[in-house]
């Protein structure tokens, strides 16, 4: 048996695949960061709405987790997760935002109202504890 990758490191992350919908670059590398720390390796990036629903219609397997940034140009994460929910997308879903808890808490029920698989949602800058956390709730 190797080495751990770290001590955060959960087998199970690493065959997920993960989209990081982030306009803020360094906020995206930082999101990236704290996946890999956890043992995610399927990891891909885009930085709004838009790109983000295009990556998906191209997704083939589908994506298994989608981080999604509320406040973005173009299409931010509001907008995103009623165009995912009237595509009926089966993946889960993690909020991240600057936002204050309670702007995410409402997003979050809006989203499971639209039978949206929430997990979660997280502040930035996100703790990959916070990450193992939540995607434990993955069924």
């Known amino acids: 048996m190797g080495p751990p990758m770290s001590d955060d490191a959960n087998p199970e992350i690493g065959s997920l695949s993960f989209l990081v919908i982030e306009d803020e670059m360094i906020s995206r590398k930082l999101n990236v960061l704290a996946l890999e720390k956890i043992g995610a390796t399927n990891i891909k990036t885009v930085s709004n709405g838009v790109e983000a629903l295009a990556r998906l219609e191209s997704a083939d397997?589908?994506?298994?987790?989608?981080?999604?940034?509320?406040?973005?140009?173009?299409?931010?994460?509001?907008?995103?997760?009623?165009?995912?929910?009237?595509?009926?997308?089966?993946?889960?879903?993690?909020?991240?935002?600057?936002?204050?808890e309670e702007t995410l808490a409402v997003t979050e029920a809006l989203a499971k109202y639209r039978n949206i698989n929430v997990l979660g949602s997280i502040t930035k800058p996100i703790e990959p504890q916070s990450l193992v956390e939540i995607l434990a709730r993955l069924q």
Request: aromatic residues 2%.
């Open 61 to 100: 397997p589908p994506l298994d987790v989608l981080l999604v940034d509320l406040s973005m140009p173009e299409m931010g994460g509001v907008e995103l997760l009623r165009h995912l929910a009237d595509r009926g997308y089966q993946g889960a879903v993690i909020l991240v935002s600057v936002a204050e």
